[in-house]
């Protein structure tokens, strides 16, 4: 039995649509102009820091406390799940295993988009970037973390973890394997495969691409 912690933003779910969204009436409140197509290429590390793009530090604060009360009206009703997330979760699940999401978004949000999807996890951790997620993973006691940001290979070596990673996110494949994923796959329609091969022992870790 093992379990498993997921990243959230486009490993689990295709939030991209919704944090456009959310961008766009920020910058139309604001008066800021802001890239919203910038915005969703690089998500992932925390919001804080995507602001820090376009704001001046003294207005970020601020700037960020409107974007998250904006949030759960604009975003989640245009967020979907990414291809495979729903099977990913029931194959862990059908094996005895538990599931934990750590990702870099809010925690009152993460666990609203993860409610609003009906995935079924045993818990939620959030607010936390790269390798501070490995004290979630490790107290969890995932065997494996799977994300699409090579900040999530961090987390899952911090989290003493095998580093399993979706190419569904700002990374190619190729650039996931070369930061040291131990697991590259394009997508999370091909993680129940691996996850079946993998949790064999007389087959253990098996190849790192597929």
Not at 55 to 81: C, G, M, N, V
């Amino acid at each position: 039995m093992y379990s498993v912690g997921f990243d959230l933003d486009l490993t689990l779910a295709d939030t991209r649509a919704g944090i456009a969204a959310v961008f766009g009436e920020l910058s139309l409140r604001l008066g800021v102009a802001i890239d919203t197509s910038v915005v969703v290429s690089r998500l992932g590390p925390p919001l804080e820091q995507e602001l820090s793009y376009w704001l001046p530090p003294e207005e970020i604060p601020a700037a960020a406390d409107l974007y998250r009360s904006l949030y759960a009206e604009i975003a989640l009703p245009l967020t979907k799940h990414m291809p495979g997330a729903v099977e990913a979760v029931a194959e862990v699940r059908r094996h005895g295993g538990r599931v934990i999401v750590v990702t870099g978004k809010n925690d009152h949000d993460a666990r609203r988009t993860v409610e609003t999807l009906g995935l079924d996890v045993d818990e939620v951790a959030g607010s936390v970037f790269g390798a501070a997620k490995g004290v979630a993973i490790a107290a969890f006691g995932a065997a494996v973390y799977v994300g699409d940001h090579v900040a999530d290979i961090e987390a899952a070596r911090a989290g003493r973890a095998l580093s399993v990673t979706v190419a569904t996110g700002p990374y190619t494949a190729e650039a996931l394997r070369e930061y040291g994923a131990d697991v590259v796959l394009p997508d999370l329609t091909r993680f129940a495969e691996w996850y079946d091969d993998w949790r064999l022992p007389e087959i253990g870790a098996v190849s790192t691409v597929m």
